[in-house]
């Protein structure tokens, strides 16, 4: 049924007590209004992947966000939205009427188009008598656009229980042009030290489990306050599902059938609660997020999946899947051609782009550390297997494509290990000399804990492409790029466990067009 229709058919319901009318929408079926036992945007609201003329905007009803469903029992309720130019609400270009159903969870995605370029906008849902907070989102620039600067921040790793998410309020406070996620939204389990506050259930595994998580994550005001007043792109990592799962594999290797079942699941609730568009949304366990964004002439931005496509991790421990330990060169299996980390489509689609778009930078938003990371201090090589370094073939043919790509400006963002990582992506990471080729900025985590800063400290001596690691410190990256240069700003809290801590800048880094070699500023 298309929105049309739909909007027809609820003027019909609501407007003449009909009988056919009420057995469609039994909701109604007591009059127009719906009177919510509580404010039903406990969730707030949220924009997501802006276009020139086009964002997302969503919000989820939940009264009672910890419980299933948020308390609500109706069918099919629904819910008016409004765009302005203005924050009091007083200029609308847009509205409509979308529906919330039990089927996702009362959430909502609403595409609007025709919107004016590199511009803010102001937005809110009304339900039954509730209203939800003005939300603001901003378009990117005419795709024609060339002499700008884009503003953008992106975090990794927020672990509930291990801090606060007091990087959003200074995200919130830099007034980036876009917030990137690059996984780690929730944890599904439960492990660190000096515990903040505490998840309110075990490990989830079914759909309701899965929602109830993400509201107990949305309901940190900082996070949902940078939902709030900035759009958002995403991808996700692991922990959205399980520790280090790859495609239909859990790290306890569960049957198949079952841990897909749980896949399932966990993409449902991602659907839910962020604000992607409909082509995003998840059949079964099957969940299309990769993507392309272009960002005028300045930049082509690669938004990869990193775990629903990927080849199994090699030399996992016995009788388990996942990465386990780190591995050493007897694991010859690691260097399999066949092996892919993001899957064969996804590196066709993405090959193809590379080979053929042309703009000023490409960026490529991935979860976890691409830059070789050799764990063996001296002799010998010993290699996590999570993340590229498990699938060296597979990150050999990304390299060779990016330094043959039709543009040749390369940046990785990367996240995962809760650590600063600056390097420099080289076409061969075992001679320091050959070429580099890209640049990568990991961009340590929001809350979640990392090991000792000595053995970061060892771990970069022993990696000569890479020029900076801080695994002591919690965070986000700022980034600002134009035509001639990247500014990256490694942003550090002073105590995670402080919901109003200050923040200051760890080091920054300056990435001239035409040279891959970072330069600390
Ligand atoms: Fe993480
Ligand atoms: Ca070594």
Redesign the pocket.
């Known amino acids: 049924m298309n929105i049309n229709t739909r909007r027809r058919r609820i003027v019909l319901a609501t407007g003449a007590a009909l009988a056919s009318a009420s057995l469609a929408f039994p909701a109604l079926a007591q009059g127009q209004r719906i009177t919510f036992a509580a404010y039903p945007f406990t969730l707030g609201v949220a924009s997501g992947y802006p276009q020139a003329d086009a964002v997302v905007l969503w919000t989820r009803l939940a009264p009672f966000p910890a419980v299933p469903q948020g308390g609500l029992v109706e069918t099919r309720i629904p819910v008016r939205w409004e765009l302005a130019e203005d924050e009091a609400m007083t200029r609308i270009v847009q509205q409509g009427e979308a529906e919330a159903t039990p089927q996702w969870a009362y959430s909502l995605h609403v595409e609007v188009k025709g919107l004016q370029p590199q511009r803010h906008y102001f937005y809110r849902f009304m339900a039954g008598d509730a209203v939800s907070p003005v939300g603001r989102t901003r378009t990117l620039p005419p795709l024609a656009a060339d002499h700008f600067d884009l503003r953008f921040a992106y975090a990794s790793c927020q672990h509930y229980e291990q801090g606060y998410f007091a990087a959003y309020r200074h995200i919130v406070a830099d007034n980036p042009d876009l917030i990137i996620h690059l996984g780690d939204y929730i944890y599904e389990s439960s492990w660190g030290k000096a515990h903040v506050r505490k998840h309110n259930s075990t490990e989830p595994v079914t759909l309701d489990e899965y929602r109830a998580r993400y509201a107990l994550y949305k309901s940190d005001v900082d996070l949902q306050s940078a939902h709030k007043l900035h759009p958002w792109l995403a991808i996700w990592d692991d922990h959205e599902v399980q520790n280090d799962y790859a495609n239909d594999r859990s790290q306890h290797n569960d049957p198949r059938e079952q841990f897909l079942l749980r896949r399932a699941a966990a993409y449902q609730a991602y659907y839910e609660h962020m604000p992607l568009p409909a082509a995003m949304r998840p059949r079964g366990p099957a969940m299309p997020i990769h993507t392309r964004i272009e960002i005028g002439q300045l930049a082509q931005l690669y938004l990869l999946d990193g775990r629903q496509y990927r080849s199994h991790q090699p030399c996992p421990p016995p009788h388990k899947g996942g990465g386990g330990n780190s591995v050493d060169e007897s694991c010859t299996e690691r260097l399999d051609p066949t092996l892919s980390y993001l899957g064969r489509g996804q590196e066709q689609w993405l090959y193809y782009n590379l080979d053929s778009r042309q703009a000023r930078w490409n960026i490529l938003a991935q979860p976890t550390l691409m830059a070789q990371c ?9 290699f996590g297997t999570d993340a590229w370094d498990g699938y060296p073939a597979a990150r050999q043919r990304l390299i060779d494509h990016l330094q043959h790509a039709k543009t040749r400006d390369n940046i990785v963002l990367g996240g995962d290990v809760h650590t600063f990582y600056v390097s420099t992506l080289k076409q061969d990471f075992d001679h320091p000399e050959s070429a580099a080729v890209a640049t990568e900025f990991v961009g340590s985590s929001v809350t979640s804990q990392s090991w000792a800063q000595s053995k970061t400290d060892a771990v970069v001596r ?1 990696n000569p492409h890479m020029l900076f690691g801080n695994s002591e410190t919690r965070g986000y990256m700022r980034m600002q790029l134009n035509g001639q240069r990247l500014l990256a700003d490694l942003r550090g809290l002073n105590d995670v466990a402080d919901a109003g801590t200050g923040c200051t800048t760890v080091a920054s880094y300056v990435v001239e067009r035409g040279n891959p070699n970072p330069q600390r500023v």
Do not use: A, H, K, Y
């Not at 050799?374 to 010993?382: K, N």
């Open positions: 050799d764990r063996q201090i001296g002799p010998g090589q010993r022993e």
